[in-house]
Nanobody, 129 residues
Framework: QVHVVESGGGLVQPGGSLRLSCEVSGFSLDYYAIGWFRQAPGKEREGVSCIDGSNGRTYYAPSVKGRFTISRDNAENTVYLQMNSLQPEDTAVYYC??????????????????????WGQGTQVTVSS
């Protein structure tokens, strides 16, 4: 059985940083894409960042490019999202997701995200002074 668990969210002031972690069990991340998504109150879920399975290529939504960094530790089966220069508009529940049919991110950042099989429960990020 596959479990996806996010952690690392919290309350941070504008301009601050957080590092989210996504630990996956029951499923090896070595070859599969994994993405970070977020959903703010009253808004649709959107793709924030994604990393390809085999080649490690990374993708970012324009709104976070240059501020967020996705990385993956295959040995720990964990993906991270380093978030710097956080702004109030980054406030959302952040989720990670992966899928055994998806080796590449293709279309996973921005709106209208493709389906993913395995999702975590999310971690709340609140940016406020």
């Amino acid at each position: 059985q596959v479990h996806v668990v996010e952690s690392g969210g919290g309350l941070v002031q504008p301009g601050g940083s957080l590092r989210l972690s996504c630990e996956v069990s029951g499923f090896s991340l070595d070859y599969y894409a994994i993405g970070w998504f977020r959903q703010a109150p009253g808004k649709e879920r959107e793709g924030v960042s994604c990393i390809d399975g085999s080649n490690g290529r990374t993708y970012y939504a324009p709104s976070v490019k240059g501020r967020f960094t996705i990385s993956r530790d295959n040995a720990e089966n964990t993906v991270y999202l380093q978030m710097n220069s956080l702004q109030p508009e980054d406030t959302a529940v952040y989720y990670c997701a992966t899928d055994s049919r998806r080796y590449y991110c293709s279309g996973s950042v921005g709106a209208r995200i493709p389906p993913y099989d395995y999702w975590g429960q999310g971690t709340q990020v609140t940016v406020s002074s």
